[in-house]
């Protein structure tokens, strides 16, 4: 069966487990070493990822390029205009040649249901590098960084601020797929997909909806904020001033636990969802999150090609 990986739970809790396990490995065992060697068992040589983007990146291009060089593999790097897909060619026709050609396939699109199609008409592994839905390889990177700085993902308390956008989404699966809480701060009108909530919460994840940021963020070890405004969405003035009391500045953070840690999967609007205080200041992990992308798709990748 081809391991596409669309969502956190195509993987499921305990290949997630072992993927954090084996990113951790990876880092541990490359340290000092130029960004661009391979690992020394190189597991993917040989295998070539093709990327399809339908939107804006810079983390997900990068990390992705470097997280395939590391594992002995080469990337071929598309953005969806320049290709024959933008002129009108079918998501399933290019699902069929790609899948000729390449090992593994990692696409950022919008609609949801494009990756689906992708998914549904290739032979090779589809990566989700975030759609308008979710975004599980941000996700995927985000519990690394908690995981490496020691905390235990079951029991973890965890609050989200702002809108309930594909980040979120993501966050919700994890919460269900790992038992930990997370509590959601936002105003009406802008929460989460409620299918990941109740999917999460029969799982067995704790995720609760306010519109009180200082319930979110009491007693929680880790803050996460994202856009206001994400790729796609008009925004507008009356949807920024919506959001404007879940902005995570130092006097909703001093609200959390004292050791708690400050994540954003980048790129921030600071001022906005965040004040440079707090994004700059001793408790934000945000450079370690952003390099994480690397070590999590690594395993990502071995896990959809079936080394892990
Ligand atoms: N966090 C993230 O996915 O960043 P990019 O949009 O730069 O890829
Ligand atoms: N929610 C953001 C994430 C960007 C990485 C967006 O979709 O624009």
Known sequence: MTRHFLGLSDAGGDALAAMLNDAIDRKAGRIGQPKGKPDADAPLAGHTL????????????????????????????????????????????????????VDAIMIRTDDHAKIEELARYADVPVINGLTDLSHPCQIVADLLTVVERGFALPGLQVAWLGDGNNVANSLIEAAGLMKFTLRIAGPLGYEPDADFVAAARRAGGEVVLTQDPEEAVRGAQVVVTDTWVSMGQPGGDVHIAAMQPYQVDGVLMAKADPKAVFLHCLPAHREEEVTSEVIDGPQSAIWDEAENRIHAQKSVLLWALGRL
């Open 50 to 101: 093709a990327m399809i983007f339908e939107k804006n990146s810079t983390r997900t291009r990068v990390s992705f390029d470097m997280a395939i060089r590391q594992l002995g593999g080469s990337s071929i790097i598309m953005e969806a205009g320049s290709m024959q897909l933008g002129r009108g060619e079918t998501v399933a026709d290019t699902a069929r040649v790609l899948s000729r050609m």
